[in-house]
């Protein structure tokens, strides 16, 4: 009998390539999965079974753990207003783990002497694959055709015509990874420091260009509901919002980013839903939280992102900022006001019953109801005594 392999399988060029390679040249009956985190359509999951049984696939399989991937990471992104760089907001970086999590399980369910995944050696994903296997099952051997040859595009191409495999070559020239919080595009223009992504490369194109009013409801961080719409679970409100948003053309940009094994990266993406989410959720957060709440979440914030995108998921220290995170959004919860426009939104306003604006001890720039004119003289002279006492011991 042949010995068995679980192919982490997406379609793509890549994985398209690995399935060819590992059934031919290594003579392995070939398992693929897709681990699908909410980008993939009904549809796209039978085209996706198709390429595998036509590239040999002995039994395919499609594996949703979108409910998982929101519960588990998502929503935490959301509490930290995590954006790597203030500019990425670590779509598919977060959910390749989710993706390694359910694939190896599924190749122990098999008993699978191996597990494959297609991830070049230049990149981050295949350490996250990588990592998670080796941490949740030792035992289980790692192949990784594409990594382990060096191959360029062009040469998984010609090996797969090689071997009467036909397909739309053109539309392969870009690498395309599509989930619940976004897609990243790679392409001959992310290599460059210069050039950008063409219009057509991107999956979403614009259609909408009329100037549109929506508010988003969050309750303790989540959002609820869409444009007056409540939905059963944050998942699928992420998806309406989507749905509103894309065709604008919002959320797209150049993520240029040190990666995990030490060399500059850039990667395309479009991430309207989540660049929406968690922006009105920041705003909604500088209303109802403290000064001191948002500082030391901006700082958590930013080490969860980075931990993500390290692979370090797994890491214990995750689980307790993970507490801290869901124990801040106690009083997140009110609606934000939004305009979507071509290409770009606008956060209007919120409502809130948390609103720490609307407490009666002053307004800003205008009334000081809870202290007096000589509360504040006072208060500034006791605050100033440290720069008064350093700057007269060290007069130049």
Not at 86 to 100: G, K, L
Not at 298 to 327: C, T
């Amino acid at each position: 009998m042949k010995e068995k392999v679980v192919l982490a399988f997406s379609g793509g060029l890549d994985t398209s390539y690995c399935a060819m390679y590992l059934s031919v040249e290594k003579n392995l009956e070939v398992y693929t999965a897709v681990a699908n985190t909410g980008g993939f359509s009904k549809q796209d999951l039978e085209v996706i079974e198709e390429k595998a049984y036509k590239l040999g696939a002995k039994k395919h399989v499609a594996i949703d753990v979108t409910d998982n991937y929101y519960e588990k990471c998502i929503r935490y992104m959301v509490y930290g207003n995590v954006l790597r760089n203030n500019t990425y907001p670590i779509s598919v970086s977060s959910e390749r783990v989710f993706q390694a999590i359910a694939i190896i399980e599924y190749a122990k369910k098999i008993g699978a002497k191996y597990v494959a995944h297609g991830s070049t050696g230049a990149g981050n994903d295949q350490v996250r694959f990588d990592l998670t296997f080796n941490v949740l099952a030792p035992e289980i051997g790692i192949l990784t055709p594409t990594r382990d040859l060096k191959l360029s595009r062009q040469e998984e191409i010609d090996y797969l015509k090689e071997h009467g495999v036909v397909a739309d070559w053109k539309k392969m020239e870009y690498s395309i990874n599509k989930g619940l919080w976004g897609t990243s595009i790679g392409g001959k223009e992310t290599l460059t420091s210069e050039k950008t992504l063409p219009e057509e490369a991107y999956p979403s194109q614009m259609t909408a260009t009329e100037e549109k009013e929506i508010a988003l409801d969050f309750v303790k961080g989540e959002l609820k509901a869409v444009d007056g719409e409540k939905y059963r679970n944050p998942v699928e409100a992420i998806q309406a919002l989507e749905k509103l948003a894309s065709p604008y053309a919002i959320g797209r940009d150049m993520h240029i980013g040190d990666t995990i094994i030490g060399i500059k990266g850039r990667v395309g993406f479009e991430a309207a839903a989540s660049m929406i989410i968690i922006k009105a959720h920041q705003m909604l957060e500088k209303h109802t939280l403290t000064k001191w709440q948002q500082y030391w979440k901006e700082q958590l914030g930013n080490w969860y992102g980075m931990f993500l995108h390290e692979a370090l998921y797994f890491e214990p220290v995750l689980r307790d900022i993970e507490k801290f995170l869901e124990s801040s959004q106690e009083t997140v919860t009110g609606k934000v006001i939004v305009k979507l426009r071509p290409y770009q939104y606008i956060l209007v306003g919120i409502e809130s019953e948390h609103d720490l604006m609307k407490a009666e001890f002053g307004r800003y720039g205008e009334e000081n109801n809870a202290w007096t004119a000589d509360d504040v003289k006072g208060f500034t002279k006791i605050l100033g005594n440290s720069l008064k006492i350093y700057n007269s011991v060290n007069k130049k």
